[in-house]
């Protein structure tokens, strides 16, 4: 189980609270990692005269498997669509009081929640849009590689320089829209090309990965990889050598949500941070953060201009037509996804 640093720091500042008095009310969220601005936390924390511990997962089959143990206890998880329903269908969640959440009423985009699937926020706040595509070192691509096609390496100064993520539905995904086929396809031949694809792509990649795929971009290591806009946006912040390119073939947007696990043990301080964090102030302080859209209404607007010039950072009309929300798959589907991703990861 992997813990983020500001994890381990929480447990020590929580040690320290419990030892020198009462302790204060506690809320454990459960979070992809860089994934929101710690001052907007800590003002949350300071406003409810609470403490928040945070923990980081890598993918959502991940939490999801961790959540089914019933062993561990979370308020707030941020899991993506196709996870939400899952978790739902599995009677992981409850249900959201909407009373405690007149900001999410307020203030969230009804477009995005009526593309969630959920525009009554019965069960989901959407929070984080994210675009999936490629982050590039300017400097070793010439030009810029705008297709998914890139994988293939016919410039051999790109084998085992370029990276895949170790996610599933995302690769599965983008290989399906490099074939032209849905990226939530259940068709078996479709499937089987796309395998096929994925196969040949990691003859050519040094790695699947996640977090440390950033790692291999910023030092350099990789000239190429798979990733999520928000994350490689935020280094293009700090080194304009680095751009994000969304294919041409299509890319897969993925909304992150603000859920409340059924085994919640703060229900009142979780529904307390939802919507805090749909402040429209608090939203704008996490998309400045993160590079990822807002799904706050208004919030792109109290972003800064150097931001909102970062390439990739706003998506024009043209683009948008070309984005793909992964889908909730049934218990069949899923094991045929299982399965081709497990064949992908075991062959040499």
């Not at 929101?36 to 403490?51: G, L, R, T, Y």
């Not at 919030?299 to 948008?320: H, N, Y």
């Not at 992964?326 to 081709?340: C, G, Q, R, S």
Request: hydrophobic letters at 35%; charged letters at 25%.
């Amino acid at each position: 189980m992997k813990k983020s640093f500001a994890f381990v720091l929480s447990c020590f500042a929580l040690l320290l609270l419990v030892g020198c008095g009462p302790s204060k009310p506690v809320l454990y969220f459960y979070t992809w990692e860089d994934y929101i601005d710690p001052e907007v936390v800590s003002d949350f924390e300071k406003k409810f005269d609470c403490h928040v511990m945070l923990e980081t997962f890598d993918s959502n089959e991940d939490m999801i498997a961790k959540i089914r143990t019933g062993s561990v206890h979370y308020d707030v998880i941020l899991p993506t669509t196709y996870a939400v329903e899952t978790m739902r269908d599995e009677n992981l969640l409850q249900k959201l009081d909407t009373k405690k959440l007149p900001n999410v009423v307020q203030n969230s985009d009804k477009a995005m929640a009526e593309k969630n699937g959920d525009p009554n926020f019965e069960y989901a706040v959407p929070y984080y849009g994210g675009v999936t595509g490629l982050g590039c070192l300017v400097s070793e691509c010439d030009p810029l590689p705008d297709s998914w096609t890139v994988y293939n390496c016919e410039n051999q100064k790109y084998v085992k320089r370029v990276s895949l993520l170790d996610d599933m539905r995302e690769t599965i995904g983008a290989a399906l829209i490099t074939l032209g086929y849905d990226n939530n396809s259940t068709d078996d031949q479709q499937l089987e090309e796309a395998k096929q694809l994925v196969i040949s792509w990691k003859k050519n990649i040094a790695k699947f990965g996640v977090d440390d795929l950033k790692q291999d971009l910023n030092s350099g290591a990789n000239f190429i990889i798979h990733g999520y806009g928000g994350d490689i946006m935020q280094m293009t912040a700090e080194d304009n050598n680095i751009r994000f390119v969304i294919p041409k073939e299509g890319a897969i947007i993925s909304i992150d949500n603000f859920v409340i696990p059924g085994n919640a043990q703060n229900v009142e301080l979780a529904h307390a941070f939802i919507n805090f964090m749909c402040d429209k102030t608090n939203a704008s302080r996490n998309m400045e953060f993160t590079k990822y859209y807002v799904c706050v209404e208004g919030a792109e607007d109290g972003v800064s201009e150097e931001t909102r010039a970062i390439p990739g950072f706003l998506l024009s009309d043209e683009v948008k037509e070309k984005l793909c929300i992964t889908k909730n798959l049934d218990e069949e589907a899923t094991k045929k996804y299982t399965k081709i991703w497990d064949e992908i990861k075991a062959k040499d």
